[in-house]
Structures are given as C-alpha cells and as structure tokens.
C-alpha cells in the first residue's frame, strides 16, 4: 500500500539532493565563470535543468515499467549495444569514481580544521578517504538496519549543516558584509568551453535528480504528487544551494574561496571570527549505497511538453561537445576508447554468446587433470 504523500516526497527529494556536490563544487564552478554573478546564475541554471531533466524521466518511467534504471530505458530506445555500453561504464568507472570523489571530499573536510592556514598532505587526505569506504563496505555488509540508521544520521549532520551556513550567511549580510557581492559581474571570464565545465560541476551538486520516479511506486496519488513533489522540491534546492553560496561570498572574497581547500569550513571560521559565536564545523558526508525498489506499478499518464526535452537533449549535447570543443584533451579520448573498449567484452559473450565455460575452462581441467593425472573424486549415493 502507498505510504509516502506529497510532504515526504518532497522531503525525500531534497534529502537525496543535497549532499557533498554543495560543499566541493563552489570552487570549481567559480573557476568556470570567474566572478559572483555568472557563478550564482550558473548554480540557478543547473537546478532548472535538473528540473527539466526529472520531469522528462519521471515521465519515461510511467511509460517503461521496468526496474533497472537507465539500462531498460536505453534497451527500449535504443537497443542492447548502447544499454550494455552504459552499464560497462557506470559499474566500473562513473559509481566508482564518484564514490572516490565523495569519500576525498569528506577526508578533506575533516583533515582541514587540524592543518590551519595550509592544505593537508594527501597522504592524510588518502588515508582518511580509504578508511572512509572502508567503514561504509562494513557497515553495509554488517547490516541494512544499521546502514540506513548511519545514513539517516549523516543526513541530518548534513542539513544541520545546511542551515547553518545559510543562517551565518544572513547574519552577515544584515550586518553589512556585501562588499563581494556589490558588483558581482565584474572580472567576469566565461568562455563557451567554460560555461559548459561549470555546468558539470554545478550539476554534480544536484545529482539525484535522476532517480526520483523511484519513489512512484510508493506514492500516494502518483499522477498528482510525483510531479509536484519534483516541482516543488527541487526549486527548495536551488534556492538553497543559491543562498549556501550567497554565504560562502559574504565571508569570503572569490580569491578567498578558489584558495580554500575546504570552502565550507573555511566560510565557517571566517563566520566565527565575525563574531557569529560559531565554532569550526569538521563536516563528514558519506554517501550509503541505497536499493531502489522496482518500478513496477499501475498506468500513469504524465505528459511533459515536448519542449523541455527537447530543450534538455539540446542543452545535453552542449555539454558534451562544448569542453572538448573549447580544449580538446586527450582525457577525452581516453574517456572515449574505454567505453568503446566494453565491446571486447560485448561482441564475444553477449553478441555471439560465447560460453566461457564450455568452451575454455572445460577443455583446460581436462588437460590440467590429465597433466597432473589426478581425477575429480567420484559421486556416492
């Protein structure tokens, strides 16, 4: 039976949004615009992307009502090739990665309020980031119970967090503290390449987006809430994310902030040494594997206009071609010969199904038995 209504998917939303991306992504997005305005107007148009982009695949999810996520979507539309492709790519770089960068981020957050005025050494920074995953593959190898009471624990640390942030950031512009933000398109650098780099980091922040219509199944009033839920809820984002950095640039010039190893506990000692009664805030964010429920429930209609794909599709493309247009790297060639690489996988075992057993390690016990003379031992009744 349905149990979450419009305030819990709202909440459900917002919790799975708002994660590390806001306290790692200040910098490199300011980097991509090269001043406070175009950097704000950058972090705005990522969530109305994000907006966009969950609309479209909430709706693709009521028209194919398989689990699995992207992987059905793409065997739908496009077939086997490109769905096996993606999951070659997700499963042994893109999830991996991210988790990297997620566990880099928190061992650096939490190693910078012991190395004031200085960048901690990475061999610190790496030890701390992989006894990070190593107590998360623990905990959720230990028990489901206690990983999601861990995560539950770390979200409210992390909203906690949030809130304080925003609050010192207000206090500090009541207070008078808008010298950064007086003439905020000044010293701007965008580039075409730029601005695309930009997105990618702004969008990091609102990662998330894409799996919202797995809660579809456990809504009440499908039809009405899902999109409601993400109209509502994202825009709570943005707005947040918006005033997070608003915060950040009422204590901190944007020199200040590239120079920051850590953006947010820097932010908060500046807050303290403005008389804001604030301590250091070591911030630990850590990020649980959730399971996703089937998406496997009765018909919804949702109709998205075929603008906002369209405009989505367009604006996609743009960020894939605009970097490597801009400074073409060899990164991105390498990027693209690994996922052509998954068709050395492909093409033999799926395409042509060659049996990996039958045919190869079949033949070599036999060899290795008569080699070594030696039998299996025989079957008793």
Partial sequence: MSQVGLLSGICLIVGTMIGSGIFISPKAVLEGTGAVGP????????????????????????MIMKSGGEYPYLMEGFGPLLAYLYSWSTIVVLKPSSFAIIALSCAEYASTPFYPGCTPPQVVTKCLAAACILIITVI???????????QNFFTVAKLLIIVIIVVSGIVLLAQGNTQNLKDPFAGATT?????????????????GWNQLNFITEELKNPYRNLPLAIIIGIPLVIVCYIFVNIAY???MTPTELLQSPAVAVVSVHYSHSHSLRLSRIIIKYKIINKSSNAIEYDSLVN???????????????????????????????YCTMFIVGGLLLYVPFIYYKFNWTRCIMRPLTMHLQLLLEVIPPEKTE
């Fill in 249 to 251: 640039f009422s204590v």
């Fill in 191 to 207: 580039s075409f390449g730029a601005i695309g780099l930009a997105f990618y980091n702004g969008l990091w922040a609102y990662d």
């Fill in 39 to 62: 950097c704000l107007c950058v972090w705005a148009a990522c969530g109305v992307l994000a907006t966009m982009g969950a609309l479209c695949y909430a709706e693709l999810g009521t």
């Fill in 303 to 333: 109709q998205v206009p075929i603008v906002i794909p369209v405009l989505v599709v367009i604006v996609s493309c743009y960020l894939v071609l605009a970097p490597i247009i801009e400074k073409p790297e060899w990164e991105y060639l």
């Fill in 140 to 150: 959720n190898c230990l028990s489901v119970k206690l990983a999601y009471r861990v």
